[in-house]
């Protein structure tokens, strides 16, 4: 029986989890660049269930008992969620009319999960990867994310406007002031190597293979529009479909875990009981 509460249990706990993901995936609908994230759930490992018992040899001096074993089957000891995992693919895109609006779309990559990504530097100076190209320029004219996170160039450095009005031509070329600057840019031939930091940030799992320079490598195809914002790709209709079966699950487990506590209380309270 306390097989059945922790079954249960890591049931609820599983769906819990999965609730919250699809809920971020949700509230973050209209997040410029946003990557939904997949919940993988897994078993725990299986348990074979054996009988224990005793069988008697006769012998000369009496019987000898010796134990044996018989295989009852397997027994499964519940779920958990294993990870969230982004699913890389391009979001709508849509005209906003700002200047500083950029959006990285796809053409061909020799890579099937390969994917692209701008160059920004974090609050610690690292270099990390993102998908959001709603800029801004800051009050020292550098070019920004929304947190105030450089955004960099193809030799690492942060790109200077001076305040000024720029173009972007479709290969991720600036134009500012007569000036040409290639904006920095990423690709990944795994994007599931991809890992979320947070604000819209990524970096490179521990086992995942670097970033490299999208220019650099043959055969990637890109184009960058300015005035214009990739969206989310969070399909609002598919996560509150899953977001209900989810709840389902739940109820269920909490069913099954409420019985077995029943069952348990019968136990103690009444069988026990000496008449």
């Known amino acids: 029986m306390l097989r059945g509460f922790n079954t249960a249990a890591s049931g609820m706990i599983a769906n819990q989890r999965m609730q919250e993901t699809l809920s971020n995936n949700i509230a ?35 019987g000898l008992t010796l134990p044996t074993q018989k295989e009852l089957g397997s027994l499964n000891t ?17 005209e906003t009319g700002n200047t500083t609006d950029l959006a990285l779309l796809h053409g061909d990559v020799p890579d099937e999960e390969g994917f692209l990504f701008f160059n920004v530097q974090n609050q610690d100076g690292d270099v990390r990867q993102t998908r959001n190209g709603n800029f801004t ?32 031509q479709d290969n991720g070329t600036l134009e500012i002031d007569g000036e040409e600057t ?8 795994n994007a599931n190597d ?13 086992d995942g293979e ?40 739940f109820e269920m487990n909490q069913r099954a875990l409420k019985a077995y506590d029943q069952s348990m209380q019968k136990t103690v309270n009444d069988v026990g009981k000496l008449g």
Request: net charge negative; hydrophobic share 30%.
């Open 28 to 62: 973050n609908s209209d997040t410029p660049g946003y990557k939904a994230d997949q919940g993988t759930m897994r078993a725990f490992p299986e348990l074979l269930l054996q009988q224990m018992g005793g069988e008697t040899i006769p012998a000369s001096s009496g």
């Open 78 to 94: 519940g779920v958990y969620m294993q990870e969230a995992v982004p699913e890389f693919s391009q979001g709508d895109v849509r």
């Open 137 to 168: 320029v800051d009050g020292e004219g550098f070019l920004t994310t929304n947190q105030g996170y450089y955004v960099l160039d193809d030799a690492g450095e942060p790109i200077q406007t001076d305040g000024m009005e720029f173009t972007v």
């Open 182 to 189: 290639e904006l920095g840019l990423s690709y990944t031939a």
């Open 194 to 206: 991809m890992v979320k930091e947070g604000d819209d940030l990524y970096t490179v799992g521990e």
């Open 210 to 249: 670097p970033v490299v320079n999208a220019r650099d490598i043959d055969g990637v195809d890109f184009t960058v529009q300015q005035n214009v914002l990739e969206g989310s790709n969070v399909d609002p209709a598919r996560m509150m479909t899953e977001m209900n079966n989810t709840y389902r699950n």
